[in-house]
């Protein structure tokens, strides 16, 4: 059974930085595709970042330059560096997780994490 726990959000101001870290278990974390959503208040959830089991990674336009995703294979933890952090930024973030081959934020993530919340104040 699939594992993921999500951790580091909080509360920040505008121009500050997060790490959110995923925590997984369960399965062969370093061949899976793994991703990070975020859904705001109101708003449909989005893609934000994905990493495939070769390191290879895509994001959204309105966090390119900001955000950086990353795995820790030895860990089995998945990362989010967060720069830059803008209000619009606020929302629930979620990491996934999916044995895909082709690993992109438009497929469908099989296994999710809880949610940690991020606060950006303007």
């Known amino acids: 059974q699939v594992q993921l726990v999500e951790s580091g959000g909080g509360s920040v101001q505008a121009g500050g930085s997060l790490r959110l870290s995923c925590a997984a278990s369960g399965y062969t974390y370093r061949t899976y595709c793994m991703g990070w959503f975020r859904q705001a208040p109101g708003k449909e959830r989005e893609g934000v970042a994905a990493?495939?089991?070769?390191?290879?990674?895509s994001y959204i336009d309105s966090v390119k330059g900001r955000f950086t995703i990353s795995r820790d294979n030895a860990k089995n933890t998945l990362y989010l560096q967060m720069n830059r952090l803008k209000p619009e930024d606020t929302a629930v973030y979620y990491c996934a997780a999916d044995k895909t081959l082709r690993c992109s934020l438009g497929i469908s993530f099989d296994d999710w994490g809880q949610g940690t919340q991020v606060t950006v104040s303007s």
């Open positions: 990493i495939d089991r070769d390191l290879r990674t």
